[in-house]
């Protein structure tokens, strides 16, 4: 903790100093610099495979933690090196082409909720003259017309929702209808796009709904990524002002083949983009946080177990304590570790279901024998 500590201080030092440098007088020697030819420029080796990697929340979290969930998720073949250049900012460098694809085209990556954009960087500046601000990920076009499905269309279409990167022309079928999926990059600036609009000409238009796969946590009120509508403004929102859902988010099962998932905490439980307890079956318990109605939404984090008690006064073990002691490495997908929770979050000290503390006992008696 105290080598923590150190190390933030160090960085906070070494930006304060950056600070400072930009304000001095120069004097005409400090001014006379070392002019690099654009012959001897061009003839400088490449700088392979660094990119910039901003995390998209105004919180601040740990360096350590972060680097630690990356390694994690990426679970490189070679060394990825991290060099902290500010809040929540760190260039990355990967030394192998495998390693540097997965990182930058299996993405989205998330961090406690919160995506991780990143840019290629080539290695010029020390601090990226162009921040990281889009967030690459998949969107579903739901039920475009047959008539429609043409390649020039789809592409046109998913325009209107970020900057496409890939298309998929085979139609997937779903629960709700089949939907075409677009790799995109998402500004991260812009409120997320729920519908797209198709107007062929002499025709009425043809609203379309947009699905989001992986989405980290966006604002029900503005649409924003990077928070929740309780944090945007004043926080006090009614019904009728969020406009935006857990229902813009994709059910997991029809994610694109490959996507890592988000971390597990207990069998069958499955941690969900948060849209601060909007609409779409999200409701709102302590904090704000959301618990599943309906389809999407954060479900249950946390279950109270339901033990029973032998007559030796043993604790009789369930298939789901087994399952605590075999959790997989999916659980470090891309997630850190979840918050400690309280006592009344955790259910501990509530009484059991009435049904759990029944048992029933048969004394037959002494054997008796013929």
């Known amino acids: 903790m105290a080598a923590e500590s150190s190390k933030a201080g160090e960085k906070r030092a070494e930006m304060e100093v950056d600070e400072l440098l930009k304000m001095l007088q120069l004097s005409e020697e400090e001014k006379d610099g070392v002019v690099l030819a654009k012959e001897d420029r061009e003839n400088l080796p490449a700088v392979k495979w660094m990119a910039a990697a901003k995390l998209l929340t105004a919180k601040e979290f740990s360096v350590t933690s972060l680097v630690s969930t ?39 990556w998330i961090f406690r909720g919160y995506a991780l954009m990143l840019e290629e960087l080539d290695g010029s500046t020390t601090i990226p003259s162009e921040m990281p601000s889009k967030v690459l990920g998949w969107i579903q076009i739901h039920k475009i017309p047959h008539l429609f499905r043409t390649e020039a269309i789809v592409k046109q279409l998913a325009a209107k929702v970020g900057e496409v990167q890939e298309i998929e022309m085979k139609a997937i079928a779903s629960r709700t209808g089949d939907f075409h999926r677009v790799r995109v990059k998402l500004a991260a600036a812009k409120p997320l796009i ?40 004043a926080g006090e929102y009614t019904e009728k002002d969020l406009q935006f859902g857990s229902w813009m988010v994709a059910d997991a099962e029809s994610w694109h083949p490959g996507t890592p998932r988000f971390r597990s905490s207990a069998p069958g439980d499955r941690e969900m983009p948060r849209d601060g307890g909007g609409r779409g079956g999200v409701k709102p318990t302590r904090g704000g946080r959301g618990q599943v109605g309906g389809r999407g939404g954060r479900g249950p984090m946390w279950k109270a177990k339901v033990t029973t008690t032998s007559e030796s006064g043993s604790r009789k073990r369930t298939s789901a304590d087994v399952g ?46 013929l």
């Open 70 to 108: 990356m390694r994690s998720a990426w679970n490189p073949a070679r060394e990825v090196t991290f060099r902290s250049i500010g809040k929540n900012l760190l260039v990355v460098q990967a030394f192998c082409l495998g390693d540097w694809k997965r990182i930058m085209e299996d993405g989205p």
């Open 194 to 233: 729920r519908v797209v609009t198709l107007a062929p000409e002499g025709q009425a238009r043809i609203l379309l709904q947009v699905k989001y796969e992986k989405l980290p946590r966006f604002c029900a009120h503005c649409g924003l990524v990077g928070h929740v509508h309780l944090e945007c403004g």
């Open 324 to 369: 605590d002691d075999n959790k997989d490495d999916r659980e470090l997908d891309d997630m850190a570790s979840s918050p400690v929770k309280t006592a009344a979050q955790a259910g501990v000290g509530e009484e059991p279901p009435p049904g759990a503390r029944k048992q029933l006992v048969m004394d037959a008696g002494p054997v008796v024998p």
